[in-house]
């Protein structure tokens, strides 16, 4: 018996273990502090006590024993967040059918990716890491900060984060299931009906449940629960309003053929993701309540997103629509800040506005506001310091920190950051792809090209 709970003290205090993550006591002395909700403050400094915000002011003592990083003549701002990543995952599309709901990227999270790093390096402290866009219901997805140098997976996830699930509208499921395997959907009314055929039976095996559930404390009750469905559970929290929808989508029409599926069944919690065409339907977004995570000035890179402009996000900020701007990209993650930018000549947004796209706006559209997102007192401690505005073509990221955590310093930055180096490993030599393949949230079902069209 006292070997059997023994077992159990270890196995708990190896799980409590893993549970814990790193959070670290700082003081930011003399910077310019951009909090994005509360205006910019200069020579103001940042107390972080316990991976938290405890003071922001000026002349603020260290106390004993606390890291002082000194940002004169810096500029100290929140930690950017990316609505729209594949970074930290080893797979990105369960491809296999147009529902996969029951899947989740959470359970395949890579601690060594070393873009997470790269990222870091650009001054983002969070990613949404993305289930990827070959069905019209996808997988689950997960919010990750940015913590490089963890060796468990699980040390990654924003603990407490919202959950979140990937759909996708247009081509791209069309293509994998119409096209590579002749099932539906092969047109935009056939994502239609997939969609609303699978909240149809997530509604009823919801509302078996609540029969069974009602009728089993009945006295003298002998019948049998329904039988469980992990892809039916997925999509009745949906409907529950448990589960966010981050929905992949460029056109105005399959936009507005969303939203009046949503509306049919009750669902609220809503973002786009990519919307080239949202500023068509900008009122609509925005009078339902629904979010929107663009690319500032990226489009035609296939058919169906030919045509967009550059004053996309700033329409949709200006039609009250909360609007982000993401990567979707490893390399376009690490200057985010010059996408926000981009903003303030393509639509005169102003500064805290423009910052906002990439910090409290994703923060706003992945349920985690009141946490990250801006500088204040009580939040978490992700924040990125640059040596110049961060909206400047010219702005460098010096430092990013992770819940209280220097992750990222440039100054110390080493020439090989790997976690762990194989010795015998082959280094990658760089190549060229060639295609006209751009959209990253199709990575790993690239074969269905040749399916569509016969190349074997």
Request: proline letters at 3%.
């Amino acid at each position: 018996m006292k070997k059997i709970f023994y077992s159990f003290a270890l196995l708990a205090l190896v799980t409590f273990a893993h549970a814990q993550v790193e959070r670290g006591n700082l003081l930011i002395k003399n910077g310019t502090v951009l909090t994005v909700t509360k205006g910019t403050f200069e020579n103001t400094d940042v107390l972080v006590k316990d991976g938290k915000i405890s003071q922001i002011g000026k002349n603020i003592a260290a106390p004993a024993g606390v890291k002082v990083i000194d940002a004169t003549g810096q500029f100290v701002m929140p930690g950017i967040i990316d609505a729209h990543s594949h970074a930290g995952l080893d797979a990105i599309n369960e491809a296999t059918s147009p529902v996969t709901a029951e899947v989740f990227t959470g359970d395949v999270l890579n601690p060594f990716q070393v873009t997470l790093y790269r990222a870091l390096g650009g001054g983002v402290t969070t990613i949404h890491a993305m289930h990827g866009s070959a069905n019209a219901i996808g997988g689950q997805c997960e919010t990750i900060k940015l913590r490089y140098g963890v060796k468990d997976g699980d040390g990654l996830r924003m603990e407490g984060a919202p959950r979140t699930i990937k759909f996708a509208l247009g081509e791209n499921p069309t293509r994998v299931h119409g096209g590579g395997s002749s099932i539906v959907p092969r047109t935009r009314m056939g994502v239609e009906f997939v969609i609303r055929e699978s909240f149809s039976k997530a509604k009823e095996y919801m509302e078996a449940w609540d029969k069974y559930n009602k009728a089993k404390t009945q006295k003298g009750f002998r019948g049998t629960p329904p039988a469980y469905n992990l892809r039916l559970e997925t999509l009745a929290e949906i409907l529950k309003g448990n589960i966010i929808i981050h929905c992949h989508s460029y056109r105005a029409d399959e936009i507005n053929m969303l939203l009046n599926v949503c509306k049919d069944f009750g669902v609220k919690r809503l973002v786009f993701q990519h919307v080239n065409e949202g500023f068509k339907v900008a009122p609509e977004l925005a009078k339902f309540g629904a979010m929107a995570s663009v690319f500032a000035d990226w489009w035609a890179y296939k058919f169906e997103v030919y045509y967009s402009t550059a004053y996309n996000a700033a329409i949709l900020t200006r039609n009250g629509v909360v609007t982000s701007i993401n990567s979707d990209d490893a390399e376009l993650m690490r200057h985010l800040y010059h996408e926000a930018a981009k903003t303030q000549k393509y639509g005169n947004l102003t500064d805290d506005e423009a910052l906002a796209l990439i910090t409290l706006n994703p923060a706003k559209q992945l349920g985690i506001d009141s946490r990250v997102g801006s500088l204040e007192v009580g939040k978490e401690a992700d924040i990125a310091i640059f040596n110049a505005h961060p909206l400047s073509s010219y702005t460098i990221p010096m430092i990013t920190v992770v819940d209280g955590v220097v992750r990222f310093d440039r100054e110390k930055d080493a020439d090989d950051v790997r976690i762990y180096v194989d010795p015998t490993q082959a280094v990658d030599i760089a190549t060229i792809q060639g295609g006209e393949q751009e959209d990253h949230c199709m990575d790993g079902a690239e074969d269905a090209f040749g399916k569509l069209f016969g190349l074997n």
